[in-house]
């Protein structure tokens, strides 16, 4: 992507490049962009156009991405060189940012012409149009880096994280009363028709089979690295702590693609300097040596050792919690506002659960507006779920650091070439961004959630409906928990050793299979769900002025209504688990809430599959079950209850 008004200044980098010898070959700059003469239109409409390929040949498919600041209507068009049309779209996306996206599968060699006609636009800028010249042969392959582990060639700005939000969005997709999850982030990026930048740089880079598994705080910055990797875009992350005596989490080192982080100290010489200590100050059992790998030469082998060692053992959920007002983070706090919360954007919980916004849906005909997001999860999947109380936890408390939405800083290169993040007041001050915003951190958590219900919802909702969608929530929170349960089953019948129960506050925080298969965290979130359901009847009668109130029943009637829908609808929500034996077992939303007291006991892996899902004693459900955890551990268990009981995460000591 390069708007009008930069394509000379991003030309003479690219081709700077090649003095630089970042790549061994570089493709012509008139085939890399889309270009044209309409950049003044493009600024007055802060328009973004993005084609992918970096170097578009005929062998390729061609994609192009049309992104708007501002609400407008238009019809996206790709003619072919001999002047038909091949791929035309009204289906205006996203909002805000906007987009249009168009496909041809097998481009002829010419000159294309990417255009955008808008509606109710007249003169010069009521068409907005790029020319894309697509080549005959396939272009020749760039080389590895010289310095870094990819070379920066464009900025972040505006337009850029608009074309970053209209990737994300296209990229996570489906209907809303789907519930998509996969196994790794990688299956989607593998996914052409998700992945607008699929094979861009032309090396058949998302074909090399790169494993790309993240957990949730690893997610956002995989997403980020992914974008800024193809787009030649800076990027970087921070060391930080997880916070702990009374204090948040800070950040006391940033390393980004000019200046790696350098490979950790084995783990027999940080024990022999002292500096061996667990995760709650209590020092810990030497580790293991460990084998130093190096990033490998080439460009996509060295990005995938970047992301999956170098990232990921970098970055921790307490990355996303840090101090509001703090300038030495990667992520910085917007207000509360459909302009702010876009695809990309960050939700950092006080608890260490990360999700990333991928789509908004406004308000429309009764229906309550809808933001959805994406998480990741210690065995690698990637699911999305809705915004809602359950899912979204908030709190206010100086020791957790301050939760809720954020966005990556930028990050600008200096005319020496080094990087850095912008502070909080730069942002502030820079047209091409200015959201930075400490209100979120003067928030209650009731005000919290109430200024989200206006800015998702501005009218007033129907009640019932209200409460059916909330139910529809908890019961997408639920099939979740199903595949992560079953996953510990799979690790029981597979041979899995029975897995040690960490000590205190460490069950919400360890790695190893008790964080792959445990479900502590996932427990903790479905029962504050299920007191946000059963509770919403009273949340109505609070806030009245939230809802259409039919005029001949006053507040109490509609509350004794919500409650009686939920006695009826709960028990028509169903379900089913692998049993033990393999065989199936039918539940419903009704016999979960039931359940809340076994499920406040029902996280521990080693425990069968029928006590996690809390079978009764001696009942035909739990007559399959054949393994519990050991009496030690159900000890334990039974001394950290009150946790899930009062619905609260243990402070860090």
């Known amino acids: 992507m390069i708007p009008a008004r930069q ?42 156009v993005l084609s992918s390929p970096i170097a578009p040949w005929k062998g390729a498919p061609l994609r192009v991405v049309f992104a708007s600041e501002e609400l407008l209507d238009g019809e996206l068009t790709l003619t072919a060189p001999d002047g038909s049309v091949t791929a035309k779209s ?24 990417a255009k955008l006609t808008r509606d109710g636009a007249s003169g010069a800028c009521g068409t907005i149009a790029r020319e894309i010249t697509v080549a005959r042969k396939e272009p020749p392959r760039a080389g590895a880096t010289s310095k870094g582990v990819w070379p920066v060639r ?6 850029m994280e608009n074309l970053y939000s209209a990737w994300i969005e296209k990229l996570f997709d489906d209907p809303l009363d789907a519930a998509p999850s996969w196994p790794a982030l990688h299956e989607v990026l593998r996914d052409p028709s998700r992945n607008i930048l699929f094979n861009h740089l032309g090396w058949r880079e998302d074909e090399k089979k790169l494993i790309i598994r993240p957990d949730c705080a690893d997610l956002p910055y995989f997403l980020r690295a992914y974008f800024a990797f193809k787009m030649g875009l800076p990027f970087g ?20 693609i000019h200046k790696e982080e ?40 060295g990005f995938g050792h970047y992301l999956r060692v170098t990232v990921a053992n970098g970055v921790h959920s307490g990355s996303g919690r840090t101090a509001a007002d ?61 915004f809602w109380r359950g899912n979204f936890l ?36 820079d047209p091409q961004y200015g959201d930075f915003s400490l209100d979120q951190s003067q928030l209650e958590v009731e005000e919290f959630y109430d200024r989200m219900d206006e800015v998702m919802s501005p009218v007033p909702l129907d009640p019932v409906r209200a409460l059916k969608e909330a139910i529809t929530s908890l019961e997408e929170q639920v099939h979740a928990r199903v595949t992560s349960v079953e996953n510990g089953r799979k690790y029981q019948i597979e041979g899995g050793r029975e897995v040690a129960i960490p000590d205190g506050a460490s069950i919400f925080e360890t790695s190893g299979p008790w964080e792959d298969f445990a479900t502590p965290s996932r427990d903790l979130r479905l029962l504050i769900a299920i007191d946000v359901v059963r509770g919403l009847p009273d949340r109505v ?48 939303l009704k016999d979960v809430i039931d359940r809340m007291a076994e499920l406040e006991m029902a996280y521990n892996v080693n425990d069968c599959v029928e006590l996690r899902w809390g079978a009764p004693d001696n009942s035909d459900e739990a007559s399959t079950c054949k393994r519990q955890a050991p009496t030690a551990q159900r000890a334990k268990m039974a001394e950290y209850r009150a946790w899930f009981n009062e619905r609260r995460r243990p402070p860090r000591l």
């Open 394 to 429: 908030f709190a206010q408390d100086p020791a957790l650091g301050s939760p809720g939405f954020k966005r990556f800083r930028p990050i600008v290169r200096e005319k020496n070439g080094t990087l850095r993040r912008l502070t909080n007041a730069e942002i502030a001050k």
């Open 7 to 48: 394509f000379t200044a991003a030309a003479a980098t690219a081709l700077s490049l090649v003095a630089g010898a970042a790549f061994v070959c570089l493709f012509p700059v008139a085939d890399a962009w889309a270009q044209g003469s309409s950049g003044s239109c493009e600024d007055e409409a802060q328009i973004a």
């Open 326 to 386: 703090d300038d030495d983070t990667d992520y910085y706090p917007v207000a509360l506002s459909e302009k702010t919360l876009r695809p990309g954007t960050v939700y950092a919980d006080p608890y260490g659960h990360i999700l990333v916004l991928v789509r908004r849906l406004p308000q429309s005909d009764g229906a309550a507006g809808v933001i959805l997001a994406v998480d990741g999860q210690p065995d690698g999947t990637v699911a999305r779920k809705r």
């Open 237 to 256: 992350y921070a060391n930080c702590t997880r916070g702990g005596g009374g204090k948040p989490p800070h950040c006391t080192a940033w390393w980004n």
């Open 154 to 159: 464009a900025a972040w700005d505006r337009e």
């Open 90 to 113: 009204r289906d205006r996306q996203g909002g805000p940012p906007y987009f249009w996206f168009a496909e041809t599968a097998s481009p002829a060699a010419g000159t294309w012409i």
């Open 541 to 588: 009668a609070r806030r009245p002025e939230r809802y259409t109130m039919p005029q001949d029943k006053g507040v109490e009637d509609v509350k004794a209504e919500l409650e009686k829908v939920l006695t009826e609808e709960l028990p028509t929500r169903k379900f089913s688990y692998t049993r033990s034996d393999g065989s199936q077992w039918e539940l419903t």
């Open 262 to 301: 350098p490979p950790p100290v084995p783990a027999q010489q940080r024990s022999a300097s002292g500096e061996q200590f667990g995760l709650f100050g209590a020092r810990a059992a030497p580790a293991p040596a460990i084998k130093v790998s190096r990033r490998p030469a080439g460009l996509v082998p």
